[in-house]
């Protein structure tokens, strides 16, 4: 089982609909959450954090977390074609120096 | 922000070359790391350091070393180049206050 889980996708949606990534996690302990977003041929880029159970927004983004479930989850509102790029769930386990574990990224793909 | 920057963006080396990439930080920050990116491989981690000259293995340690002799430049060396090596190669660098900031990416070639 790896450690941090994505559906690789690509996921469709039309411009202006919510986007739903999701991202589950195998070890219990972690304590932190990120998802990073990454254009093509470009390095990744953190878009939110969230460290404690329940929602957390940002503009048209929001990130949930459910430590019970070990499911951490990102929205998009009203998509833009601009929205489109491969979206990395990463974890970092409270016992680690700052290492994130990271999925291996949703490709997301908004249509206009 | 945090300006991590990598010392080429793109490179092209021979099999069996020596290999030096390049990561510099701007804000003192404590953790620096290396990972390497490839189509559905993911980011997979090579070595991190948490403090000058320490160094700690990542996942995919071998036929790659590092050095941190000062704070801010973490230097991922490939002491014999392969075809196997041919990546996208990602610095990044954090400490408590700051979470993970990449650098733009070194995307190297192995011929």
């Known amino acids: 089982q790896k450690e941090v889980e994505q559906n690789s996708g690509p996921l469709s949606v039309p411009e202006g609909a919510i986007a739903s990534l999701n991202c589950t996690y195998s070890?219990?302990?972690?304590?932190?959450f990120f998802w990073y977003r990454q254009y093509s041929g470009k390095s990744p880029e953190l878009i939110m954090s969230i460290y404690s159970n329940g929602d957390k927004e940002d503009g048209r983004f929001t990130a949930q977390l459910n430590k019970a479930s070990q499911y951490v989850s990102l929205l998009i509102r009203d998509s833009q074609p601009s929205d489109s790029a491969t979206y990395l769930c990463?974890?970092?386990?409270?016992?680690?120096?700052?290492?994130?574990?990271f999925g291996q990224g949703t490709t997301l793909q908004v249509k206009p | 922000d945090v300006k991590v920057t990598q010392s080429s963006r793109y490179l092209v080396k021979r099999t069996g070359e020596k290999v030096f990439l390049e990561c510099v930080q701007d804000?003192?920050?404590?953790?620096m790391f290396w990972y390497r990116q490839d189509p559905g491989l993911g980011l997979r981690l090579i070595y991190f350091s948490y403090d000058v000259k320490m160094k700690e293995k990542g996942d995919i340690p071998e036929g790659y070393s590092v050095s941190r002799e000062k704070k801010e430049r973490f230097s991922l060396i490939l002491e014999s180049a392969s075809t196997n090596q041919t990546s996208m190669y990602l610095c990044?660098?954090?400490?408590?206050?700051?979470?993970?900031?990449f650098g733009p990416g070194t995307r190297l070639t192995v011929l």
């Open positions: 804000m003192d920050h404590e953790n």
């Open positions: 990463a974890v970092m386990k409270a016992s680690n120096t700052g290492k994130l574990i």
């Open positions: 070890d219990r302990v972690s304590q932190s």
């Open positions: 990044a660098s954090s400490d408590y206050r700051d979470p993970f900031n």
